[in-house]
């Protein structure tokens, strides 16, 4: 039916399928960006497929269109209520839109009759097969874009690296992207293309386990020191090499996505009653991925807050390494946070609040009373107005707090030089 357009959702895309009018019509009136999912592509494979005849000219009458799942547009699609298959694990339905100038009546079912691709089971296995794969190209262009921002040096860590394990990285990644120049060319992925790709994804993973050992190894080093000194010289190493190691491992989760997409490719065009069981077992095995790295980065993320920690409670006698300190772990922090919006990776952290000079001062001062100690004038410089103006702040502020503490007593003591 012309007003009929289907929906499907794996969780990380939605396919919006039907007339192309009327699917142009849903996007516009959700407000929803699109890219245009390739169900053409299909038409060859599974019109050769047992019992799927009517495959061409139902791809053919149907225009197919991938919206990408955020916050915003998984709101949109949610009041439709979407039914999801247990068996295949998407999300299936049918929108009615009753005309264009009416726009989009949310009635929402499961498709059924001859005419809708979401009832064919074997044209419903294709459609999520090429969702897996415009969702897997969508975050290798985000990955190349992040790459992008990264400073020049890390380009160097790639491609100037003596270590054999990145260098042969390096060859992989030349590899996969002439294999997927011929698939955007050929329109398929051949034999001999496969033959060529089928190797790397060892290599692959290993310079990803590479890469988070050398993310642990610097998470052991800030946990083995104590000394604010050290502390310092290890957080100022952790803010150098982390950026660097986390670009590898981007490059990493890129090449395992294009590898998939070409494998998925290989299956649909060699056994396409395989795809949809295949396409699971790939989402399966990126999931892990991401856990494992999530575990290591996050590890990471905890012994530079502990040490950022440790040095706060010495402040007052270390007040610059202790700013250079928090200032790494923020540094850092900022950057896995980035990492994993990258890879969508759902993670939540409160950015480490380097404790203020002025508090420090306070508990000196509080202390200095009841024990008689000296330094109750140098407590005393700091007064009631600068405690008013103390305030909570969150990721990198946190730094320019201990600048603007230790600037006012600088001028507080020029003052009470002056009388």
Same mark, same amino acid.
């Given at each position: 039916?012309?007003?009929?357009?289907?929906?499907?959702?794996?969780?990380?895309?939605? !396919? $919006?399928?039907? *007339?192309?009018?009327? %699917? &142009?019509?849903?996007?516009?009136?959700?407000?929803?960006?699109? #890219?245009?999912? /390739?169900?053409?592509?299909?038409?060859?494979?599974?019109?050769?497929?047992?019992?799927?005849?009517?495959?061409?000219?139902?791809?053919?009458?149907?225009?197919?269109?991938?919206?990408?799942?955020?916050?915003?547009?998984?709101?949109?699609?949610?009041?439709?209520?979407?039914?999801?298959?247990?068996?295949?694990?998407?999300?299936?339905?049918?929108?009615?839109?009753?005309?264009?100038?009416?726009?989009?009546?949310?009635?929402?079912?499961?498709?059924?009759?001859?005419?809708?691709?979401?009832?064919?089971?074997?044209?419903?296995?294709?459609?999520?097969?090429?969702?897996?794969?415009?969702?897997?190209?969508?975050?290798?262009?985000?990955?190349?874009?992040?790459?992008?921002?990264?400073?020049?040096?890390?380009?160097?860590?790639?491609?100037?690296?003596?270590? !054999? $394990?990145?260098? *042969?990285?390096?060859? %992989? &990644?030349?590899?996969?992207?002439?294999?997927?120049?011929?698939? #955007?060319?050929? /329109?398929?992925?051949?034999?001999?293309?496969?033959?060529?790709?089928?190797?790397?994804?060892?290599?692959?993973?290993?310079?990803?386990?590479?890469?988070?050992?050398?993310?642990?190894?610097?998470?052991?080093?800030?946990?083995?020191?104590?000394?604010?000194?050290?502390?310092?010289?290890?957080?100022?190493?952790?803010?150098?090499?982390?950026?660097?190691?986390?670009?590898?491992?981007?490059?990493?989760?890129?090449?395992?996505?294009?590898?998939?997409?070409?494998?998925?490719?290989?299956?649909?065009?060699?056994?396409?009653?395989?795809?949809?069981?295949?396409?699971?077992?790939?989402?399966?095995?990126?999931?892990?991925?991401?856990?494992?790295?999530?575990?290591?980065?996050?590890?990471?993320?905890?012994?530079?807050?502990?040490?950022?920690?440790?040095?706060?409670?010495?402040?007052?006698?270390?007040?610059?390494?202790?700013?250079?300190?928090?200032?790494?772990?923020?540094?850092?922090?900022?950057?896995?946070?980035?990492?994993?919006?990258?890879?969508?990776?759902?993670?939540?952290?409160?950015?480490?609040?380097?404790?203020?000079?002025?508090?420090?001062?306070?508990?000196?001062?509080?202390?200095?009373?009841?024990?008689?100690?000296?330094?109750?004038?140098?407590?005393?410089?700091?007064?009631?107005?600068?405690?008013?103006?103390?305030?909570?702040?969150?990721?990198?502020?946190?730094?320019?707090?201990?600048?603007?503490?230790?600037?006012?007593?600088?001028?507080?003591?020029?003052?009470?030089?002056?009388?």
């Amino acid at each position: 039916m012309d007003n009929e357009i289907q929906l499907i959702s794996d969780g990380d895309g939605v !396919a $919006v399928i039907g *007339d192309s009018a009327a %699917v &142009e019509g849903f996007l516009v009136s959700e407000g929803l960006a699109s #890219k245009d999912l /390739g169900l053409q592509r299909l038409r060859p494979v599974l019109g050769r497929a047992a019992g799927v005849a009517q495959a061409g000219s139902e791809i053919a009458a149907n225009s197919g269109r991938w919206v990408k799942l955020t916050e915003e547009s998984a709101q949109a699609i949610k009041k439709y209520g979407l039914m999801k298959s247990s068996k295949t694990g998407l999300s299936l339905g049918v929108v009615q839109a009753k005309g264009q100038a009416k726009g989009i009546k949310g009635i929402v079912q499961f498709a059924k009759g001859p005419g809708s691709l979401v009832a064919n089971p074997a044209i419903l296995a294709g459609a999520a097969g090429i969702m897996a794969q415009v969702a897997m190209q969508q975050t290798m262009d985000e990955i190349t874009d992040y790459l992008a921002t990264i400073d020049e040096k890390v380009d160097d860590v790639l491609r100037a690296q003596k270590d !054999a $394990v990145l260098a *042969d990285m390096v060859g %992989v &990644e030349f590899v996969i992207e002439e294999a997927m120049a011929i698939r #955007k060319q050929v /329109g398929r992925v051949s034999e001999v293309t496969w033959s060529k790709v089928q190797a790397t994804s060892m290599t692959i993973a290993r310079t990803q386990a590479y890469t988070l050992r050398q993310l642990d190894a610097l998470a052991e080093k800030m946990e083995n020191k104590t000394k604010i000194g050290d502390l310092a010289q290890a957080s100022k190493e952790a803010e150098t090499k982390v950026q660097e190691w986390l670009a590898v491992l981007a490059h990493c989760f890129q090449l395992q996505d294009a590898n998939a997409v070409l494998e998925l490719d290989r299956v649909l065009d060699a056994s396409p009653d395989e795809l949809d069981q295949h396409r699971l077992a790939l989402r399966a095995a990126r999931q892990n991925r991401l856990e494992l790295i999530a575990r290591s980065t996050e590890h990471l993320m905890a012994r530079m807050d502990a040490a950022a920690g440790t040095a706060n409670t010495k402040v007052l006698l270390h007040p610059t390494a202790t700013r250079a300190v928090v200032h790494s772990s923020n540094h850092v922090a900022t950057g896995v946070v980035d990492f994993h919006g990258l890879l969508g990776i759902e993670r939540s952290r409160q950015s480490l609040e380097a404790k203020r000079w002025v508090e420090a001062v306070t508990e000196a001062r509080d202390k200095a009373l009841e024990t008689g100690a000296g330094g109750v004038d140098a407590a005393g410089r700091l007064g009631s107005e600068a405690l008013g103006r103390a305030r909570s702040v969150r990721d990198k502020v946190s730094s320019r707090i201990v600048d603007r503490a230790l600037r006012r007593r600088g001028d507080d003591e020029e003052r009470t030089d002056q009388h």
